[in-house]
């Protein structure tokens, strides 16, 4: 009796690890029924995935995904929508920009802005501006729908008589618009000088007149009141929650420094961050001064922060500003730019930086600056035997065709720019009248860099540039204005597929990121990052791709953005 009676124990205790290790392996979430596009080139389309934990544990047809569905699985049927990987933007903008436009965000190009709109939009802003506030700060507008007559202190100073006001354009640091206040505050004056980094307009007696450009604008900073961290931590949310909206689930911040930091440990330690996300620490900003390696260490150890260690760094500014070199030089041939750091300089910080373990992020858009970089890395990178941290370049506006091999062999990757792949007016207005007709030609040449073998990524630089990740598809397969077939395409030669452009915008930004091994496509072991669509993508024509919406997002298998 008592054999039968611990046999019947050890029985029932082999049953019910049995059934405890069916509910282990089942999934937490099954969607079938779906058409999924994978970004797998071994198996580009199933039907079904299996969630647990918060990565894909099957990828593959219903049959196969509901053998993991047990009694708690939810099982969501997609009756045949569209889904795929989420979207990746590894330069994006929270910490930089976002604080200024808590209570002040003005129209940019991306909405066709009359200077009369713009107007309209500051003086509903100063209207409803923080009385308490020391300053008033703001940001967006766009340069090319202003007139030279409104952009000066005068102006603003009827505005905003009562105190300093300084308000960015869209472009996020390269140029900003200052009352007298303002001017008075920052030190700056008659005798201040210009430099190649660091200017502003000018009266007919040289006085400051109004616009700050590059480096100019750190003056303002200095004396500007800080964004406490409250303010700070609902300035980041609001972009990174918009990016969550648009499908976004891996992102770079792309200039953080020592005050952005607080809030960010913050809000990873209360889990609001629905994104990969990888912090790129400021190296310059907007001037040749390096932060050191030791003080970027500090800032890294010092706090408890996403991602990896990674650091951002300005070598140019901007075309139409006259700030980045060009290999062909300007039409206005008394214009010239060299990059920001000076070769030996950039050469030697990127060493240190990467044997620190720091990722390296440079913005440079014009060709002279964008060879600069690569001259920069190629030191280090020969040295390594490979570029062993994905050292890349960002916006890469202009590439001359005799640096294409060059960024195939020292594997780094540069950005395609979607956004601005449209004939929008911060590039018909702004920056094709200060080139020559045949570099304006080849600006963002993306199909010739494709075929050369060439790694190109998305990024839209939001909210510089819109935070709508269909207008730069669109933009970039087309070459059009999404949503104004009327208005001419800007290089339409240089378009990629939308096969190519998904792919940039998802396995090439997670490699950009470093978290191509976690995201970027579905498969097996992958974070369960997928998004569900309104339509499919490949059912419809290129020029209705700006009217998608995503219907879901999911990160780590758990659903962060529903329209429901």
Known sequence: MRTFIIS??????????AIDKKEVNNADTVYINGKIYTVNEDSPWVEAVAI????FIKVGSNAEAESFVGEKT????LAGQFAMPGLGDPHIHPALVMPKRVYCSLPGTFYEPTEEMTLTALKEAIANYPKDLEWFIGAGFSVPAMSPETLTREFLDELIPDRPAFIEDETGGHTAWFNTKAMEAAGISKDTKDTPD???SRTKDNSPAGMAYEGGLNAFYAVMPPFDVKLRKTAYMKLLNEATSKGITAAGDAYVFEVDLQPYQELKQEDKINQHLVLYLGGNLGTPELTSVEELNRWWDSYDLPGHKAVKIGMGGSIESYSEALIDGFADAEKSANPFVKIDDFTEY????????????????GDGTVRATLDGYETTIK???NNRLRHHIDHASLVHSDDFKRFVDLEVACSIWPPLNAPVAYNVQGIKPVLKPETWDRMYDNRVRWDAGMKLFNHSDAPAAVLWPWFGMEATITRGFPGKPEIAKMGPQHALTLKETIKAHTINAAWVLKLDHVTGSIEEGKSADMIVLNH????????????TEVQTTLFKGKVVYSIK
């Open 8 to 17: 019947l124990i050890v029985y029932t205790f082999l049953i019910g690890c």
């Open 52 to 55: 647990r934990e918060g990565k």
């Open 74 to 77: 939810e099982v969501i049927d």
């Open 198 to 200: 660091t200017f502003y």
């Open 350 to 365: 990127i060493a240190q930086l990467d044997a620190a373990g720091f990722q390296v992020k440079v913005h440079a858009i």
């Open 383 to 385: 040295a390594n035997g």
């Open 536 to 547: 499919n993508l490949f059912e419809i024509e290129p020029i209705e791709i700006h009217k």
